[in-house]
Each structure stands twice: as structure tokens, then as C-alpha cells.
């Protein structure tokens, strides 16, 4: 069950703050989603290429869909149709690819780069090289716009570690803000249920959260 109540509080409190609320529907039911969609929710974030394609077809056309997850090449055609922002580009690779297949659907796509920054290895992204070179890349090409960096934190109760995470996204998000004057980058999308209060105190401009609004997933 949703509670209705608690995700507008939370929606209240982060557009007073001027951030993007993204509610992460991962392995959660079309009814759930629903619910937040009533509430008045429109962006919903998915992780697995599968799940978004079953989803996207049975809910309205106005919700506008983020992909957060690792992201295969061979997969990026199933989301180009109609994905509203693909927030997790972690190589160069992956953003060639993009590029491809808008130019196919004849769109441009909005894409975040994902930046490692927590100390598990297991989390994809980028570093600080591979972002300038994938700025500079990106430059080139016509069918993706480059609006700003996804980071996660590192799995921990220790905030000051969790903290330092933050801090180092937002100086690189204004690094490089500054750097590309041809790139607009105004989303910084970092902060989940755990640690979204730090984020926003840090810099976030959207947070991705999901069991803070879904309930714990199985
Ligand atoms: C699952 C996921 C989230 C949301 O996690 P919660 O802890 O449930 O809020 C945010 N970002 C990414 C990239 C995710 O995979």
C-alpha cells in the first residue's frame, strides 16, 4: 500500500527546495505506480531494460520514464522510443550507441553520466578522465544532450563518508559546469530513501527514491 499522505510531504518538502522528486518503481506493481501517478507523481525511474518495456506500454503516455541501471548496448534500442532521460551513461561506448539509435527514432535524448564515486567496486560509472573525455565526445554528436551527472553513495551508516561522496559530485558537477560552456548541465541527480536529506544539503538537484515511498522491496 501507498501512502499517499507521506509521498506528499516528501514531494512538498524537496519542490520547496527546488529538487526533482524521481520515484524508483523497480519490482514494484503497475497498481503502486498507479497510485503515485493519482497522487500526481510523473516521473518514475526502472533499472532493468525488461521491466520498463512491460511497464511503459500499460501506463499513461504522460509519465515521463528515467532508466537508473546498468545499461547494456545491445538493449539501448528497446528504451530509445520513448525514455525521458537515461541517467546512467557510464562509457563512451554507451553514449555512441544512444546517439545511433535516436537518430533512428529520430529523437535526442537526455542522458545523465554516471560518476563512480562510492568505495564499492561493484557500482558503475565513470572517473573524473573518463568524464572530461565523454564531455568532449559528446560535443560531437547530434542526437543525445548531455544534462548533468548521476551519482550513488557508498552503502553506509557513516554519514561523513556518504557526506565526502556528495561534496566530490558537486565540485565535479561545477567543474565541468563552468569548463563546457556548449554543454548545459543543470541536473545533479544524487540521494535515494537513505540518504537524500544529505544530498539535497549537498548540492542534489534530483533524488531518486524508492522504498521511502514503495515500502521495502522483496
Ligand atoms: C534502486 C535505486 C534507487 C532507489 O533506492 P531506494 O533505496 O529504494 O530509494 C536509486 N538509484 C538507483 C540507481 C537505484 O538502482
Redesign the pocket.
Known sequence: MINVEKYQELAGNLSAKNIELVA?S?TKPVEDIMALYDAGQRQFAE?YVQEITAKQPVLPADIHWHF??HLQTNKVKFITPFVHLIQSIDSIKLLKETDKQAKKFNRVINCLLQIHVAKEESKFGMNEEELAKALNYADTLTNIKICGLMG?ASFTDDEQIVAAEFIYLKDLFDKYQRANASIDMKILSMG???DYKLAAEHGSTMV?????LFGARS
Open positions: 524508483v523497480k533499472n537508473i541501471g550513488m535515494m530513501s537513505s531518486r527514491i524508492g522504498s521511502l
